[in-house]
């Protein structure tokens, strides 16, 4: 199937049949091979018995009907799961953004290299007579720029596209079922990599149907629901040192601790990095070891954290980087897994993580840790440095000695140990297993 295309359904009785219609026109004129499934959201009105009609009448349409109501985010999602196109995506089958614009959202991602494709939405003022909606619309991705800085520039419009072979993660992996949904699955594929692209569209108001979004009700819940969401791709600011909170503050933190240590750390990793191999770095920050000393080398890079405000520092420098939480995720295949001063947030596990490093890794696992730290101790400094450190996330008061990370890497099978007099960081390679 090339396309897959998935219409969440909630009260849309009066305009189904002939927006379906509308629907089948445009992509008759199309060599694409497709179908329609329909997911009814436990609808008040007639929209089952429109959808009896409609699927029993029309080639290409199926439905689904859910026994209780999840949103649009949800409907989408129950739809995906049960279709296989190669582009699967949804369209508000009230068609306030045109049919027309399928097939050239569809032909981005099938002949030009997109992973999704979605609409940015203009309006008419003449038509619309909605100065508030407009307004609240544009002040919406104001704050998703302010707070997010993802880069899309709509993410709330009601047509878009994933390649299944790429997208699906993203948009199975995404937690929300309601109208957030929107926002969430495209700010998940700009944090992994993907390539978006929006096209714009002409939002034409229908003025012959109610619309479900109550619109103070769902300010709310959208603003409730962004704040959790920051959370969990490590994005808010609660919880975790302001050193953190941006890629800027972070790069010069670590300047102010690690002083000339920090180029050193860096450059003795990077040396233990064979010509041709690539690099999967855990836990990369802003990508400096890639922006420093592997860049040049045109070394192929993936570089992995959690922290949303990072990643954006990093991927702003030209690094491919991707959102990543490396307690869970089952980690990427490299010729060469790094990791620069982060073991000790997986202190507890660290013997099970770092075999997992080994089976992903094809030549050697690269660690470089900090084995003379500031915050070891109970005295005041100690205790502030340690809570300078917190990322939001794991263990971070507690460090490993030179002597404990010696052992620790004897313990797993290092082929080379390196510390010398008077560093902040020790060096290990592992072989893979």
């Known amino acids: 199937m090339d396309l897959s295309l998935v219409i969440p359904c909630y009260n849309e009785a009066p305009h189904l049949r002939s927006s379906v219609d509308a629907l089948l026109e445009v992509l008759e004129a199309t060599r694409l091979e497709y179908e329609l499934v329909f997911v009814d959201d436990v609808s008040k009105d007639e929209t089952r018995q429109v959808l009896a009609e409609v699927c029993a009448t029309r080639p290409h349409c199926r439905a689904i009907l859910h026994e209780r109501n999840l949103g649009r985010g949800g409907a989408f999602k129950t739809g995906y799961r049960a279709t296989t196109g190669a582009v699967t995506g949804f369209l508000d089958i009230d068609l306030e953004v045109a049919a027309h614009y399928v097939p050239p959202l569809v032909e981005r991602i099938r002949s030009h290299g997109v992973d999704v494709a979605t609409g940015h939405r203009h309006y008419l003022m003449s038509q619309t007579h909605a100065v508030h909606r407009i307004v609240l619309s544009r002040a919406y991705r104001l704050l998703l720029r302010l707070s997010l800085g993802c880069g899309v520039r709509d993410t709330e419009t009601g047509c878009k596209f994933f390649r299944r072979a790429t997208a699906s993660e993203v948009v199975l992996g995404s937690s929300s079922d309601g109208w957030f949904f929107d926002t969430e699955v495209m700010v998940r594929a700009a944090l992994q990599d993907l390539c978006i692209e929006e096209l714009p569209v002409l939002f034409l108001r229908r003025w012959d149907k109610q619309s479900t979004v109550r619109l103070w009700h769902d300010i709310q819940a959208y603003l409730v629901e962004l704040h959790r969401f920051r959370r969990t791709i490590g994005m808010s600011y609660l919880g975790k040192s302001p050193i953190y909170w941006t890629g800027r503050g972070y790069d010069l933190a670590m300047r102010l601790l690690y002083g000339a240590d920090l180029a050193r750390t860096y450059a003795d990793v990077a040396a233990r990095v064979p010509a041709g191999a690539g690099v999967v770095d855990l836990c990369c920050g802003t990508a400096r070891l890639w922006e420093r000393h592997l860049a040049a080398r045109g070394t192929p890079y993936l570089g992995l954290d959690f922290n949303g405000h990072l990643l954006l520092a ?103 140990f390196v510390h010398a007099p008077g560093q902040r960081n020790a060096l290990a390679v592992f072989p893979p297993l």
Do not use: K, W
Request: charged letters at 30%.
């Open 314 to 416: 990093a991927r702003a420098r030209g690094a491919r980087v991707q959102h990543f939480d490396v307690r869970t995720a089952e980690l990427p295949r490299g010729d060469c897994v790094t990791m620069l001063s982060s073991l000790y947030h997986f202190r507890r596990d660290a013997p099970g993580l770092l075999r997992r490093m080994r089976a992903a890794a094809r030549e050697a696992v690269i660690l470089s840790e900090p084995v003379a730290n500031h915050s070891a101790g109970r005295s005041p400094l100690a205790r502030l440095a340690g809570s300078l450190s917190n990322p939001g996330g794991g263990e971070y008061r507690e460090r490993f000695s030179l002597a404990e990370f010696e052992a620790l890497a004897r313990a797993e099978g290092a082929r080379e």
